[in-house]
């Protein structure tokens, strides 16, 4: 009887252990899901901004004519305020943060857009949308070319 008593406890603290194992692996999957979860939110927010911003251009295009619209921009980089919205030259800002920090549906977004004149009919724009997780920073870029249409 004597050595039953002493394998209940051995059984008792190995069982113990294995829960605490299995309890310790859901955890961290559940934190792996959630980093996640919270990647996939800010890339589709950052990926919701740069359309905002090239649907902007689009506007302005056709708001505005193509002569009007190509020669208010010159090879530079630019920054959006989603607040007005606009586009302004990057000289605007103070030189230590870029581009003002942009917040949609609660996330912080650093928007800014590099224009270059391919030709006097063809803007090119890379709409580059960052933002800080942790002490990294993450970018999406969203490549454009905006054409004069051809009637």
């Excluded at 310790?24 to 890339?43: D, K, P």
């Excluded at 190509?70 to 943060?97: F, L």
Aim: hydrophobic fraction near 35%; include cysteine.
């Amino acid at each position: 009887m004597k050595n039953q008593h002493g394998n209940t406890l051995i059984e008792l603290l190995i069982a113990t252990f294995i829960v605490g194992m299995v309890l310790t692996g859901v955890a961290i999957s559940l934190t792996y899901s959630i980093q996640r979860e919270a990647i996939s939110r800010y890339r589709e927010g950052a990926t919701s901004m740069a359309q905002e911003i090239s649907e902007y251009f689009l506007l302005e295009r056709a708001q505005q004519g193509w002569r009007s619209f190509a020669d208010g921009y010159s090879n530079g980089t630019y920054c959006y305020d989603a607040s007005v919205p606009e586009v302004t030259p990057q000289t605007t800002y103070p030189s230590v943060q870029p581009c003002a920090v942009a917040t949609t549906t609660g996330m912080d977004f650093s928007p800014s857009i590099e224009i270059t004149k391919v030709s006097p009919s063809q803007l090119h724009a890379d709409i580059t949308i960052s933002w800080e997780v942790d002490t990294d920073v993450k970018t999406y870029v969203l490549k454009q070319d905006y054409f004069e249409r051809e009637y």
